[in-house]
């Protein structure tokens, strides 16, 4: 069965920097573009970043939020997609979601920004 | 950016009833490798999304036939029928064609 298993969230303080992990199987990850997904407590879904396969060069993408602060990578041979996030703000608090090719959902790991 | 329009906000249906949502986008989500790259999920309460319908009218795995996925061009559907309890929760529609992608306000299904 396919799992994504996110970890790494926890409580920052503003302008200080997090790398969240999502651990995937059951599937061929190397075959499938990677995604972060957020969601603030109360709020609806906003789409972070994208992550293209090696035949399309890890190609990345991000939302204007996140342009600049966020970075998105894999390793391939670990089956890991990575969000590394640097000087984070109070509007980054949310539950980031991993998902594979828009299809499987991780259960989320919370990340607070608050001082 | 690419506005996904969700109506209605909240619904109230009764069980064994039918129902749609409507999401409209502020533009074609008509790639340019011709797919539309338009995706539904139902978030259950206390849970993560789900994916229910992708590329407009597709079933996922497992998702029973009850769920339909409609439209084209900046105008989409997802219709209910036979509402069993499960499916209360928050549905969103999502596009993919256009970056950065973006997702629908989302619509709250109750049960009556």
């Known amino acids: 069965a396919v799992q994504l298993v996110e970890s790494g969230g926890g409580l920052v303080q503003p302008k200080e920097s997090l790398k969240i992990s999502c651990a995937a199987s059951?599937?061929?990850?190397?075959?499938?573009?990677m995604y972060w997904v957020r969601q603030a407590p109360g709020k609806g879904l906003e789409w972070v970043a994208r992550?293209?396969?090696?035949?399309?060069?890890?190609?990345?993408y991000y939302a204007d939020s996140v342009k600049g602060r966020f970075t998105i990578s894999r390793d391939d041979s670990k089956s890991m997609v990575y969000l590394q996030m640097d000087n984070l703000k109070t509007e980054d608090t949310a539950m980031y979601y991993c998902?594979?090719?828009?299809?499987?959902w991780g259960q989320g790991v919370m990340v607070t920004v608050s001082s | 950016d690419v506005v996904m329009t969700q109506t209605p906000v909240s619904l109230s249906v009764s069980l064994g009833g039918q129902t749609s949502i409507s999401c409209r986008s502020s533009?074609?989500?008509?790639?340019?490798?011709?797919?539309?790259?338009l995706y539904w999920y139902l978030q259950k309460p206390g849970q993560s999304p789900q994916l229910l319908i992708y590329?407009?009218?597709n079933r996922f795995s497992g998702v029973p036939d009850r769920f339909s996925g409609s439209g084209s061009g900046t105008d989409f559907t997802l219709k209910i029928s036979r509402v069993e309890p499960e499916d209360l929760g928050v549905y969103y529609c999502?596009?993919?064609?256009?970056?950065?992608?973006?997702f629908g306000s989302g619509t709250k299904l109750e049960i009556k």
């Open positions: 533009q074609s989500l008509v790639h340019s490798d011709g797919n539309t790259y």
């Open positions: 590329k407009v009218s």
């Open positions: 059951g599937f061929t990850f190397s075959n499938a573009a």
């Open positions: 998902t594979a090719a828009n299809n499987y």
């Open positions: 992550i293209r396969t090696k035949p399309n060069n890890y190609a990345t």
């Open positions: 999502y596009q993919g064609t256009h970056y950065p992608f973006t």
